[in-house]
T-cell receptor, first 113, second 110 residues
Framework: DADVTQTPRNRITKTGKRIMLECSQT?????MYWYRQDPGLGLRLIYY???????NKGEISDGYSVSRQAQAKFSLSLESAIPNQTALYFC????????????FGPGTRLTVT | LAKTTQPISMDSYEGQEVNITCSHN???????ITWYQQFPSQGPRFIIQ???TKVTNEVASLFIPADRKSSTLSLPRVSLSDTAVYYC???????????FGGGTRVLVKP
């Protein structure tokens, strides 16, 4: 089984709808992250969390919110989706020590029409 | 955060060695250099990390000169499955936030 899972894998939604993307991990890591990737570009950090009680904004947090329900779960919400939020969304986890290697999920392809 | 510059794309053939050089002129003293690999429609995957000189693992080698203003990822004897985008990132030790640039798109041809 995959260490980092994301649901749904694909989603098409309409402008103005609220949508939640979910991430679960079985690696026992404290740190979790949400990124978005636009075609042909690198990943940009949306939010990150170092533990259950810690939430931090990344470089592009406007229009998004997150919830860290448990050590293993970190969800991303779009309160009112807009077309320019159409992108590939990745969740990642890392341990607090070591090389800081991040483990990424398979991604959620979101289309906002 | 240190800004990185790497080639947009590179072509190679199966069995050849691929070297991707990344420049990071303003890298901070406590930054490591980390490389990730990303296949289409998949999340990035950690390849290797180093601070200075040479690091080698089962996948690649990383060369970092003494001034640390650049680094070179070396992929020995590539295969078709090495076709991917490779990202060079400065990273604090056990760092949290990663800043991905555009990466280098490597195409391995038969």
């Amino acid at each position: 089984d995959a260490d980092v899972t994301q649901t749904p894998r694909n989603r098409i939604t309409k402008t103005g709808k609220r949508i939640m993307l979910e991430c679960s991990q079985t690696k026992g890591h404290d740190r979790m992250y949400w990124y978005r990737q636009d075609p042909g570009l690198g990943l940009r950090l949306i939010y990150y969390s170092f533990d259950v009680k810690d939430i931090n904004k990344g470089e592009i947090s406007d229009g998004y919110s997150v919830s860290r329900q448990a050590q293993a779960k970190f969800s991303l919400s779009l309160e009112s989706a807009i077309p320019n939020q159409t992108a590939l969304y990745f969740c990642a986890t890392s341990a607090a020590g070591g090389q800081g290697e991040q483990y990424f999920g398979p991604g959620t392809r979101l289309t906002v029409t | 955060l240190a800004k990185t510059t790497q080639p947009i794309s590179m072509d190679s053939y199966e069995g050849q060695e691929v070297n991707i050089t990344c420049s990071h002129n303003n890298i901070a003293t406590n930054d490591y250099i980390t490389w990730y690999q990303q296949f289409p429609s998949q999340g990035p995957r950690f390849i290797i990390q180093g601070y200075k000189t040479k690091v080698t693992n089962e996948v690649a080698s990383l060369f970092i000169p003494a001034d640390r203003k650049s680094s070179t990822l070396s992929l020995p004897r590539v295969s078709l499955s090495d076709t991917a985008v490779y990202y060079c990132l400065p990273q604090k030790a056990a760092g949290n936030k990663l800043t991905f640039g555009g990466g280098t798109r490597v195409l391995v041809k038969p």
